[in-house]
């Protein structure tokens, strides 16, 4: 008996060995190859909707996630997840390939759904956004899942005032895995359209820049000065070993879910491209671009995530300042510094940043790490009155050109409002527009 | 006869071999051992001084070199060079023995000295400074060397306008090579004393700091706000992977022969002391030391031996910016950088710098690499008629700590000058004093 249960043992573990094997995390783009789920050709994609027979309006996550895969953003999915991706997350948080992969990206459906419109496996959904066609989801797993267990796993907490964890609670009972296909790629509306940059163009941008280094920036928020030199100083750790014009900052801004007290995303992005427009970056150092990704406020796992992502867009390197997508005090203050350790080499090297703040004494931003003066952080509050206040702050704290553009950024988009207010999330333009499609 | 030569030459390459094969460049020190040629002990020093047959008087340069020597910062250096060694230099910028060495260092005398005194391979000579028994020299080997070859190959010209040329042409017709011991260790005076840190100490310092990564800044000035940059700037490159805590900057000020208008020797090392002990460096990122050395101005070749020097010194990383020990218009902008990827790993990372300088835009110091803005060079003119003038300047070019402690050096050791005047030649305290001593 004991014999037996050995012998069965044994070809697993050889499996699992070969299986491991094939896994390089290090791969770029993540998995080696750059998922491109998108059908440019209308009566392709008009043919491809045709064979399914259930068609479901999806919400705005949803859409944001299908463009994000269609666009290999999301490498190497090229889908919703299934039960053994979920459960391996959660698990070890690999895919059950084996590859590195920290947050689920997962499509909810009721019960009643499932039942009344029929859904089985080896069904095509059409999946309809803004009312018009827009992706095909091949249906390959049906599964409900622990919801709590699922928290737990990717925020490290189930207390249902975190942000991630409340979204993760109203995700409806069951979950469908399996192919997307973007068959109505939506228009990026300005200002965005500027800024968008799938994996692929990034990469081809990188190239025309002659990039050998490419140390991306994740924000949310309008610069101020102590987010230029945090890139300045990622910048000067990721060109170590290459000429200096060798090396830029990419800069992606996540474009998604807005709450209230938000900067609005048309004065992030804007803001954003000021800096390198007006010369606090040179030409050929800095780019801008977005992310459609509804932030999740995962701490250390969401940083797992975006380093994968900014890999994806052929990033070589990503920085990582205090509280890297955190919220509240669920996580420690550098939680996204001690994560990297514990995990196999990503094939982009995380560029660790404590705080740059003001330091009257130096007269200029600096260091946390350098300099030996009595902090003055940036306050987010004080930024916040300066901005609703409209009066410009010293170029030591905002640049000039900067808060010019989040005024006019208000004034144009935010109905007079740098920050989202109700107004805003009931009749900002829409980032994305599907075109019409019959089917 | 064709096939004797074939026979005769291959048992030398196979030995070529075998001696490249030893030499391992990147050790630290260089060579692979601290030297030592420091006899603390009274007793022992007399007893080695008492067989010296010759006594000589020797000048200053000499004197820093063997103090230099003695403790290390030139390890594997233990003595003056013998001939292979200096013909190597200028075949190949090696010593005899395959380790990269770019400067010759040389002891020279007259043939009429060598004649009067009898000086013979095999002697042991008492050298002397400041008329007490300072080191003695082991006459290993009596030669003469082509100065212009010399001059040529280290300089990359043979115009006695270039002070190192100079200098080549005016050493003696005859060379005394081998090996020296100091038998009568200097006391270095204030307030150089706090600043010596021979090889030994500065590597236990630095275990101290807890410094993984130690990044030299060779200097001969008083820091502007740009210098104060580019240690920073340089410090983000050698700090990439540890934490910051873990790397530190090693301000190493050359001490030697001045020329007029040179600043004041005391004003540089305090004032560089000054930017730590007033915070623009924090606590234990920044320590201040110095190098007896005549400076060569050799340019590219004499980055190459500021790299080996500091290695010595257990630097891993070394800055290299603009016209690095250049002088006049003999060397490109950035002959210093282009050097090191022509010889062997030195064991010592080069951070190669572009400049910073004062943006009125951006209203801080600014990287060439990376702002954008018209470029505004500190200008050395300016800065010295600041100086001469007494008058404050901005903290954003030069820090009120750091010129009030130059206008203090300038009183109290520039009879009232900051900069190098005829009476500072003559009448400046000594950097180190020999104590007597009976033989």
Redesign the interface.
């Known amino acids: 008996m004991a014999k037996k249960k050995v012998a069965r043992k044994a070809p697993a573990a050889r499996t699992r060995k070969r299986a491991a094997a094939k896994v390089d995390n290090s791969l770029s783009p993540h998995g080696g190859k750059l998922v491109n789920r998108v059908i440019e050709d209308r009566e392709k994609a008009k043919k491809l909707a045709s064979k399914a027979k259930v068609e479901l309006l999806i919400r705005d996550q949803h859409a944001r996630e299908i463009v994000s895969m269609a666009y290999g953003f999301f490498s190497p999915l090229d889908g919703f997840m299934k039960e053994a991706d979920v459960a391996s997350i959660c698990k070890k948080m690999t895919l059950a390939s084996g590859y590195v992969w920290s947050i689920p990206i997962v499509f909810d459906l009721s019960d009643d759904e499932i039942r009344s419109l029929g859904i089985k496996e080896g069904d095509t959904i059409l999946l309809k956004y803004q009312n018009q066609p827009f992706a095909t989801l091949d249906v390959e797993d049906i599964y409900s899942f622990d919801k709590k267990l699922m928290a737990v796993s990717v925020y490290g907490t189930d207390d249902e005032k975190h942000p991630g964890v409340k979204r993760t609670y109203q995700y409806k009972d069951k979950f469908v895995g399996g192919r997307i296909t973007l068959i109505n790629p939506p228009r990026i509306n300005p200002p965005f359209d500027k800024f968008w940059y799938p994996p692929a163009k990034s990469r081809e941008k990188f190239k025309e820049f002659g990039w050998k280094r490419a140390v991306a920036h994740q924000t949310r928020n309008v610069p101020h000065t102590g987010h230029e030199w945090l890139m ?2 990622a ?3 990721a ?2 070993d290459v000429n ?2 060798e090396c830029g900052v990419l800069v992606n801004c996540v474009v998604g879910e807005k709450r209230k007290g938000d900067y609005i995303d048309e004065a992030i992005v804007l803001s954003h491209a000021a800096l ?1 427009e ?6 050929g ?1 800095h780019m801008v671009s977005i992310l459609l990704w509804d932030m999740r406020y995962a701490g250390p796992k969401e940083a797992v995530f975006h380093a994968i992502v900014r890999k994806n867009m052929g990033c070589t390197h990503h920085m990582f300042g205090r509280d890297h997508a955190g919220v509240g005090d669920y996580y420690d203050k550098y939680a996204a510094h001690e994560i990297f350790s514990k995990i196999p080499d990503l094939g982009i090297k995380s ?1 660790l940043t ?1 705080e740059w703040w003001y330091c009257p ?5 600096t ?1 946390e ?5 009595k902090p003055q952080k940036f306050s987010g509050s004080v930024l916040r009155s300066i901005l609703l206040d409209g009066v410009k702050p ?3 704290v905002m640049r000039p050109e900067v808060f010019d553009v989040v005024m006019m950024a208000a004034d144009k988009y935010g109905f007079g409002n740098p920050f989202v207010d109700d107004k805003y999330l009931a009749q900002r333009n829409e980032v994305m527009t599907v075109p019409p499609m019959e089917v």
Chains 1, 2 share one sequence.
């Open positions: 300045k100083g910048w000067f750790e060109q170590t200096p014009n390198g007006h010369g606090y970056f040179k030409q150092t560029v404590l004494t130096c007269a200029e931003v260091y790490g350098l300099c030996g003066h010293t170029r030591l």
